[in-house]
């Protein structure tokens, strides 16, 4: 008899999850609030274990080629002056190792395609009750009538609904870290074409990028707040309020970007936060992605791990009869590596955001060494933590895999 589970979420780990249940013979809807597709966004990466799941999938070769295409960024000093120019794709990047940074809504364009055509997307919908059956789990929504599946799988990102529903408040799980961070598309009159600025201080970070051609610009702001949680991110007066506030002492064009966060059509807003389980499981009903594990924005893993925990969940679904036995063997795979990434987001002396005068002299001396060490082949070096991080899942030879007609056929999409 066919299997059949609902996804709450369209964005990452919901359309990994159902391609690979899809291609297992279940029969999958994949719910999501939006109303559609969502087609922009900033920037991502798939790397590490995430890289080999999208080459099993036969989708690499189509992520590499909607690669992100940066224009050089100057790195400057908390004055303003220009301290050095960098390559910022491959700073953390390694396309050596076959990591690929995109953009995520082209990242959920290539996973949407590959899915369309054996899985059922409803958008403008969402769960409202989940209710545990002997035989199944009847799940209730806005507009559809109930439908009884063998499992419910939470992909709805670190707000998640179906966490809440199944698990409780999300204050129980949210563990904010201290920053906020907005990403938002400039208008086409801000910023030069093909100019890139890096600018921080003790606490703070702007990052300004407008591509050759012009016809795309976005802006990336982070500070620490002392009490995260306390700005309500749906409030665009509230939070281009409290960013003014944040940066206001600079001697830099950031109130220039700033002011054209309100007007934005694509704005992303939310604290730095990490979401921390004890189990990902009850019942029928498992979380994957960041409604169960978020690593924080700017660990820089989410979507990785994403990726990876949706392909074991699925493995793991495939090769056992009952729900609860895969969620107990993909909770026993996946904790140590989402600890590991996890934990990556916890230094306060990062590459993007770092907390004291101390660390932003030694961070920006290291970044004027990158071209140096690009030209001699050692960059890896500034990469190992997270590198290692990355690559510590193992992926078997008996999880799923495609045969080779059905890589051919996605090839050809």
């Not at 364009?109 to 590959?114: E, I, T």
């Not at 799940?139 to 609904?161: K, M, Q």
């Not at 895969?326 to 002396?349: G, I, K, S, W």
Request: charged share 25%.
């Amino acid at each position: 008899m066919t299997r059949r589970a609902v996804i709450s979420g369209a964005s990452i780990a919901g359309p990994v999850l159902a391609f690979w249940l899809a291609e297992a013979g279940w029969q999958v809807t994949v719910i999501e609030r939006a109303d559609r597709l969502r087609t922009s966004g900033y920037p991502v990466d798939v790397r590490g274990a995430a890289v080999e799941v999208a080459t099993r999938m036969g989708l690499h070769e189509q992520l590499a080629e909607n690669r992100y295409r940066h224009v050089p960024v100057s790195l400057l000093s908390p004055s303003g002056r220009r301290l050095c120019t960098l390559d910022y794709g491959n700073l953390l990047g390694s396309s050596g190792e076959g990591d690929v940074e995109l953009s995520r809504g082209a990242l959920s364009a290539v996973l949407h395609r590959a899915t369309e055509d054996r899985v059922e997307y409803v958008f403008s919908e969402s769960i409202t009750a989940i209710s545990e059956l002997d035989a199944g789990v009847e799940v209730s929504f806005e507009r559809r009538p109930a439908e009884i599946v063998d499992v419910v799988i939470g992909a709805d990102g670190i707000h998640s609904n179906v966490r809440a529903l199944t698990f409780g408040p999300e204050e129980h799980f949210l563990r904010h870290l201290g920053p906020y961070v907005a990403v938002w598309d400039l208008p086409r009159d801000a910023f030069a074409p093909g100019s890139g600025y890096f600018y921080s201080h003790p606490g703070r970070t702007v990052l300004v990028e407008r591509l050759t051609d012009g016809t795309s610009g976005r802006a990336f702001a982070t500070f620490v707040h002392p009490t995260p949680g306390t700005v309500d991110r749906r409030d665009r007066a509230a939070v281009a309020r409290a960013f003014r506030e944040a940066f206001a002492e600079d001697r830099w064009r950031t109130a220039e970007a700033i002011d054209t966060m309100s007007d934005s059509d694509d704005l992303y807003v939310d604290t730095v936060s990490q979401v921390r389980m004890p189990r990902w499981s009850s019942g029928r009903v498992a979380l994957v992605g960041d409604a169960a594990y978020a690593p924080a924005f700017l660990s820089g893993q989410g979507t990785s791990i994403a990726i990876a925990g949706a392909y074991l969940l699925a493995s793991e679904l495939c090769a056992h009869e009952r729900p609860q036995d895969a969620y107990d063997a993909y909770e026993l795979r996946m904790r140590d590596f989402v600890t590991r990434n996890q934990d990556l987001a916890l230094r306060t002396d990062g590459t993007v955001l770092v907390r004291t005068s101390g660390q932003l002299l030694r961070r920006n001396v290291k970044l004027c060494a990158v071209p140096w060490l690009q030209r001699l082949g050692l960059l890896g070096l500034l990469q190992v933590p997270l590198r290692s991080a990355a690559t510590g899942l193992e992926l078997r030879d008996d999880d799923l895999r495609r045969s080779p007609e059905s890589l051919q056929r996605n090839a050809r999409r």
